[in-house]
């Protein structure tokens, strides 16, 4: 999520999208097939890439996903004792067809949950979100961290830049041993979290005399799309996904594993 | 730093009774998810388990750290809460970079004791429940691990409370206990819902008990023990250092260091 992110694909309401986001993760989760993962991560890729989200989203997935399928490879590929079907084997290797099975089933069905959480997170605006909370009336702290954590980031990084060159144009010197580089570190930790806190405490005072701190009812002037189509189509998704869930995990009549 | 406004009414009873009854209702769900996940689960994981309760530990963890934030945050003085924003950037930008390195350490968790040792137990057990939630926007995979960074906050504000910021040899120590307890907490997370670890270096050491036979959850578990202590042991110090850098005037703004006498020589109001 991105303060300067578009709206929503077709404008489509943040809820529509998060439902949708929910409905796909857990049904693949629940499944638990490498080959379903497989095909959902692949029709979820096609449709992001139609949507021109896709080289915002993929990306970023690639860089979770790639240490992330790496570890699995390792744990599971390489050393995966309970396995039977052994492929290869050079002393305590051991990379049996069982263990890699487990690693691609983990690692695509993570995959799956991964992109469509970050095809959300680009696709939200964080304005239209702090709307939504307003109106079904969370806590309205909650909208300010949210916002609030999005967009200082970059005023973060920015300040840590200007501590680092001012520290620099005093004679900081960086990279010389372990405890050089420790100091150098400190010397710009320090100052950085101090101006943050001194910030934030001006912050504080505005907000208050703004009667942030109050109790009563916000009223948000933004409108955030919505239609009466969307909210028939997010209850019947919520709905659906209750429903298959109710027969995948209760009566083991529906599968032929049983309750898994 | 102003810490509540003098103009309109403050909340009712109730509401403070709504808000400690979702504050239980928040702690019971991860505790009783936790212990689902430890006692009821077969400890073979390759074997039947996985979809059922990954989606369990999903919900179950998600659900107490939604609760918790929803209990806590409407109480904490604006004063915390803008510097709540600052944690979680704190948090993220470590954890993003020490995570992208060969190092079996997490480092993303320097934000939330900062705010537990500043502000209490509550503030950090909601700073780190929302540190999970804000980064799972970047980092999705973060997102289960919630309510681990809820009880990493909650047990920094307790060891800050009972004067273990007072020494500064006894915030490693903390850190050390913290991290045990982090660990042990999110070992059947990882191993329930992913199977393994998110880095390669942690991934690593789980390659290696696994490759001396240890079950699945038994290796991520002794990873954790490894890595969590290390690594809470490191963050507690970085934060006792911050703390004791800050100007006394600025630490003493916050009523639970002057309350409670968190740091050394800090006079009580």
Known sequence: ?260 | MSSSSLTLPASGQAAGRNRRLLEILGGASIAATYVYLVLAQPTDLTNGLSSGSTLLALSGFLLGAVLLIAGVLPTVPTSTLVLIPVALVLNIVLGQFIGSTLVPFYLDSVGTVLIAVLAGPAAGAATGALSGIVWSLFNPTVLPFAAGAALIGFLAGLAARYGLFRRFYLAPVAGFVTGIFAGVFSAPIAAFVYGGTSGIATGAVVSAFRAMGDSLLSAITKQALLSDPMDKAIVFSVVALLVYALPRRTTLQFPFIRRHRVLAGAKTS
């Open chain 1, 1 to 260: 999520m991105l303060p300067d992110s578009p709206a929503g694909p077709g404008g489509l309401n943040p809820l529509t999208l998060l439902s949708a986001a929910v409905v796909i993760a857990v049904t693949t989760t629940a499944i638990n097939s490498w080959a379903v993962s497989a095909a959902v991560l692949l029709l979820l890729a096609t449709l992001l890439a139609l949507n021109g989200l896709g080289r915002k989203v993929l990306p970023a997935a690639a860089v979770i996903m790639v240490p992330f399928w790496l570890s699995l490879l390792l744990t599971h590929g390489l050393f995966f004792h309970e396995g039977r079907t052994i492929l290869w084997t050079a002393g305590p290797v051991r990379v049996t067809a069982e263990g890699l099975q487990f690693a691609a089933g983990m690692g695509l069905r993570t995959a799956v949950f991964v992109v469509v959480c970050l095809a959300f997170s680009f696709s939200v605006r964080p304005a239209d979100l702090m709307a939504l909370l307003t109106k079904y009336r969370f806590p309205p702290q909650l909208g300010f961290v949210l916002c609030s954590t999005l967009t200082i980031a970059p005023a973060v990084s920015g300040r840590a830049r200007r501590i680092a060159q001012a520290q620099q144009s005093r004679g900081l010197v960086t990279g010389q041993g372990a405890g050089g580089r420790l100091r150098a570190v400190q010397q710009q930790a320090v100052p950085l979290v101090m101006a943050l806190l001194h910030e934030a405490g001006s912050r504080a005072d505005s907000l208050e005399a703004r009667g942030f701190g109050g109790r009563g009812p916000r009223t948000s002037y933004r409108e955030v799309p919505d239609s009466p189509a969307q909210r028939i189509i997010r209850w019947l998704a919520v709905a659906a996904l209750a429903v298959f869930l109710m027969l995948w995990f209760g009566p083991g009549w529906f599968t032929p594993g049983g309750v898994r």
